[in-house]
């Protein structure tokens, strides 16, 4: 068996472990989202350390979403197999999960108005340093 740290290495957040078995068979023990601002990780839930499908199943120890927030991204980038948890953490999952897509959306749409800001200030900073060069 061979164990291997996708996430939460070194960190309490983005927990993904996964374990292969002597046969070849793949469990992803976990698939959290990573959660914080630490720029080394900017690009961790944007990309796996691994073939997602490749993975057999996934277990998911609970519903939290550094735990389970990268589960629809797995799926969407190839995952076919099972997801095995309890009954609760099935109920909580998908709660959480849709909650986190909210709050996802409306952290984009938020980045995106900066953005707009940061390049329309930029725009009259330029043209004020223009106007300031000519002299009437």
Request: proline residues 3%; charged residues 25%; positive net charge.
């Given at each position: 068996?061979?164990?291997?740290?996708?996430?939460?290495?070194?960190?309490?957040?983005?927990?993904?472990?996964?374990?292969?078995?002597?046969?070849?068979?793949?469990?992803?023990?976990?698939?959290?989202?990573?959660?914080?601002?630490?720029?080394?990780?900017?690009d961790f839930n944007e990309?796996?350390?691994?073939?997602?499908?490749?993975?057999?199943?996934?277990?998911?120890?609970?519903?939290?979403?550094?735990?389970?927030?990268?589960?629809?991204?797995?799926?969407?980038?190839?995952?076919?197999?099972?997801?095995?948890?309890?009954?609760?953490?099935?109920?909580?999952?998908?709660?959480?999960?849709?909650?986190?897509?909210?709050?996802?959306?409306?952290?984009?749409?938020?980045?995106?108005?900066?953005?707009?800001?940061?390049?329309?200030?930029?725009?009259?900073?330029?043209?004020?340093q223009l106007q300031m060069?000519?002299?009437?």
């Open positions: 068996m061979k164990l291997k740290f996708c996430g939460a290495a070194r960190e309490v957040t983005g927990s993904c472990h996964l374990i292969t078995l002597q046969d070849g068979y793949k469990i992803l023990l976990d698939c959290g989202l990573y959660q914080g601002d630490n720029d080394n990780l900017e990309r796996f350390f691994f073939k997602p499908h490749e993975i057999d199943c996934v277990i998911l120890s609970h519903a939290h979403i550094d735990h389970c927030g990268r589960l629809p991204k797995l799926v969407k980038d190839g995952f076919t197999g099972s997801i095995y948890c309890t009954h609760p953490t099935k109920g909580l999952t998908s709660i959480l999960l849709v909650d986190s897509a909210k709050i996802q959306e409306e952290d984009f749409k938020y980045h995106n108005k900066k953005q707009r800001e940061i390049k329309n200030h930029s725009e009259l900073i330029r043209y004020i060069c000519i002299k009437p």
